[in-house]
């Protein structure tokens, strides 16, 4: 009932997108993100709105930050074609939002759109429809200090039986080994996402990547990303209240976890607990040690326009402004990663060094993104929690994952 009164109300705040206060010259605009509200993607966020809107006397921009309901609430915006004037497209601007968003390769910023996102947001047409602030790079975040009392070291760690091995060794030493829960429940789906690559499409032995683009869903193949979240569950690698558990970035910065399944964001927040702690991340593991460990890259925090607001002209403007290198760099700064636009940079502190990745490893893209039909997020989430809390067996579960493709492959 929580979530459908929430969905109700996100709405009700949507109901107003595109129109203009006809008692005033004043435009009104939405902008709204998938990030939520004390994010601190959003709070740098909000202050540029602010700043605009004082700048701009003419337009009133308002800020709605996301929640756990963000993509059902845009498939349904999607549906009645009522969407923001700008919104955050989290990791679809191709696949699902294309055609409802304004094409921007005139936009006077294109020009710096880097080559390591460019791919990833461009079209067979080279259009492409966001300004993407920053480039997700998607590795595992990792207290150190607990690595090294468990006496494991983050750069041995190269295939996913290496990675069981030092969660043992962590669990061995009195430490959580991975912290999952968070806001919501996308370190279980991300579990499969970031997981899924190395078991599922860079496994020489099986890989599955051309036939899953193909429509052809093999419940064996993968029954090895279920095992893998059964082995985490039956030898207590993750925390007990792994449904319900909502401290994430504390357990990592105060040493009672050593390893998230969230994104590099994590660790910036993990420092605001204990500004000591010395954190990283390392590159996802293989199945086959020959194979190359990777990172994961895509859209993090990209923005687009509804091709049919009333008011795009202002919210194309608003995208210029924000698209300018001091707001880029703030916006990617607080989400700890590289900006999108070479124009700008971000101060990653610490960190810079950790994104001077090179061609050791390999980079794919978001298996979910890449590899399954639009929807399929949630099914992630669930038959992952359905194998934690023991309501469903790692075969029922891929049942359940090649009926909702199935299902969904047909939409």
Known sequence: MKKIILSLAILGLFSGCGSEDNSTDQKKLIITTNSHAQEPSSLALQEIVDEYNKINPNVKIEFIPGSSDYEETMKTKMATNS?????????????????????LNDREWAQYVSPAIKPVITDENEKFYVLP???DIVGLPYNLDVLENAGVDPKSIKTTDDF???????????????YLGGKDSASIGN?????????ITLNKDNPQGENLK???????????????IKTLKDNGYINKDALTGNDAARALGTGKAAFLFFGTSMIREGLTFNPNA???????????????SYFITGERLAIGVWKDSPNKKEALEFLDYLAKPE??????TANVLPTGLTNAKSNLGKFEKSYELGDQYQYVGF???????????ETLCSIGAGIISGQLTVEDASKKMREDFDKLKKN
């Open 367 to 377: 298996f979910d993104r890449e590899y399954l039909p639009s929807g399929s997020w």
């Open 327 to 332: 707001n880029v760099s703030k916006m990617a």
């Open 164 to 178: 069981l091995n030092a969660l043992e060794k962590i669990k061995n030493s009195g430490v959580t080994p991975i």
């Open 133 to 135: 602030v920053d480039v």
């Open 191 to 199: 579990i499969y996402d970031w997981i899924a690559p190395g078991l």
């Open 83 to 103: 969407l923001p004037d700008l919104f955050a497209t989290h990791g679809w601007s191709i696949n699902r939002y294309k055609e409802y968003l304004e094409p």
């Open 278 to 292: 010395r954190m990283d991340f390392i590159p996802l593991p293989t199945k086959n040690r020959d194979e190359k």
């Open 214 to 228: 193909n429509g052809i869903f093999d419940e064996k193949a993968w029954n090895q990303t279920g095992e893998f």
